[in-house]
């Protein structure tokens, strides 16, 4: 008998390349994505290649103070809509009563109501704690393109064509981390163990 996979399962095989090897580093989504689309307009297999965001940072704009009039207002509208939207279904399916437009006025009311009773509790129950709105972000530092072993080459003589200063320095950067994880493999190797008692 055997077993589907899950869904994380089947997502993490979609995201997951057999052997990846680095194509580039880049300091934005944007050129990350302009080198993969250079490679998709050359007919790169580019099913094949993966953008890996690293060194990942939230970020959170505070958009102003959250006051008590602002939740009620933010609460009145935010439930007025839910009343509208349900009124406007019950209204639908309501042929026979003829109440359509009452039916639709008096769910806004009730929407309103309930959204304003409702975020005023939540705004109470929170004591205080956090008196502003904002906005938050995850992006990442740095964006790294890899592409599977088998097609390593190709993607990186296309992109020496793309851009041959930026490839060059691609294969100095790469270098350069090889030859630093290459020193510290060598550094903890060399470094004496203390005796176990």
């Given at each position: 008998m055997s077993?589907?996979?899950?869904?994380?399962?089947?997502?993490?095989?979609?995201?997951?390349?057999?052997?990846?090897?680095?194509?580039?580093?880049?300091?934005?989504?944007?050129?990350?994505?302009?080198?993969?689309?250079?490679?998709?307009?050359?007919?790169?297999?580019?099913?094949?290649?993966?953008?890996?965001?690293?060194?990942?940072?939230?970020?959170?704009?505070?958009?102003?103070?959250?006051?008590?009039?602002?939740?009620?207002?933010?609460?009145?509208?935010?439930?007025?809509?839910?009343?509208?939207?349900?009124?406007?279904?019950?209204?639908?399916?309501d042929?026979g009563?003829?109440?359509?437009?009452?039916?639709?006025?008096?769910?806004v009311a009730?929407?309103?109501?309930?959204?304003?009773?409702?975020?005023?509790?939540?705004y109470?129950?929170?004591?205080?704690?956090?008196d502003?709105?904002?906005?938050m972000?995850?992006?990442?530092?740095?964006?790294?393109?890899?592409?599977e072993?088998?097609?390593?080459?190709?993607a990186?003589e296309l992109l020496?064509?793309?851009?041959?200063?930026?490839?060059?320095?691609?294969?100095?950067?790469?270098?350069?981390?090889?030859?630093?994880?290459?020193?510290?493999?060598?550094?903890?190797?060399?470094?004496?163990?203390p005796p176990?008692?």
């Open positions: 077993t589907q996979p899950n869904a994380m399962a089947r997502s993490r095989a979609v995201l997951a390349l057999e052997y990846p090897m680095s194509l580039g580093r880049y300091d934005t989504y944007a050129k990350a994505q302009k080198a993969v689309d250079y490679l998709s307009d050359h007919e790169f297999p580019v099913q094949n290649v993966l953008i890996v965001g690293t060194d990942l940072k939230q970020l959170e704009r505070v958009t102003g103070r959250l006051t008590r009039q602002r939740v009620a207002i933010g609460g009145l509208v935010s439930g007025a809509w839910l009343g509208l939207f349900v009124g406007l279904i019950f209204s639908l399916f042929s009563s003829g109440a359509g437009i009452v039916g639709v006025v008096l769910t009730f929407g309103a109501i309930f959204g304003l009773v409702w975020a005023l509790i939540g109470a129950l929170t004591g205080g704690n956090r502003f709105t904002s906005v972000q995850v992006v990442a530092t740095q964006y790294e393109v890899l592409v072993h088998k097609f390593a080459a190709q990186r020496t064509k793309m851009d041959p200063m930026a490839a060059a320095q691609a294969q100095v950067d790469a270098a350069r981390e090889t030859e630093r994880q290459r020193a510290a493999a060598e550094q903890q190797t060399q470094t004496p163990q176990t008692a």
